[in-house]
């Protein structure tokens, strides 16, 4: 009875050591984006960021800046590299799947490279944010807009 016991106990730390081994492997290819974020406020602290869109496989992460600009990340190990884009200061074509960019840095070369995002809008929406032509407008502009037109 004692040896089916400590069988079971040894058992129960060899499943336990699997899973912990399983879980840090999956962790290291899939980075956080949590950790991302407080990444780049610690490169850039003077940022405040309104919208990010990650991509399919998680190393690369976009962001929508506070003034216009755009924000990059991306994952090299459990290293970040962040930059702040200037709007207009790249080149951005479509994939050929429709919902990725291919995204050529002329200031960051080394960074050049075809990104996939789940969607197609995403894509459509991180493109704007690169090219600086996305100008959101919330619904006191708009219904003032409205306001205005009828005048």
Not at 91 to 111: C, K, M, Q, W
Not at 121 to 147: I, M, N, R
Request: glycine content about 8%.
């Amino acid at each position: 009875m004692l040896w089916l016991l400590l069988l079971v106990a040894i058992a129960a730390v060899c499943l336990f050591y699997i899973r912990m081994n399983a879980r840090a492997e999956r962790d290291a290819d899939n980075p956080d984006a949590g950790s991302a974020i407080v990444e780049f406020g610690r490169a850039f602290p003077d940022e405040a960021i309104r919208a990010l869109h990650s991509t399919v496989d998680r190393t690369a992460i976009f962001l929508r800046l506070h003034d216009g600009k755009a924000g990059f990340i991306q994952s090299h190990g459990t290293h970040y590299v962040c930059h702040v884009i200037q709007p207009g200061k790249v080149r951005v074509n479509t994939s050929e799947s429709g919902r990725g960019l291919i995204v050529h840095f002329p200031d960051f070369a080394y960074l050049d490279n075809a990104f996939e995002f789940r969607t197609a809008a995403e894509a459509a929406e991180v493109s704007l944010w690169l090219l600086g032509t996305f100008s959101p407008k919330s619904e006191l502009e708009v219904a003032g807009d409205a306001a205005q037109g009828l005048e």
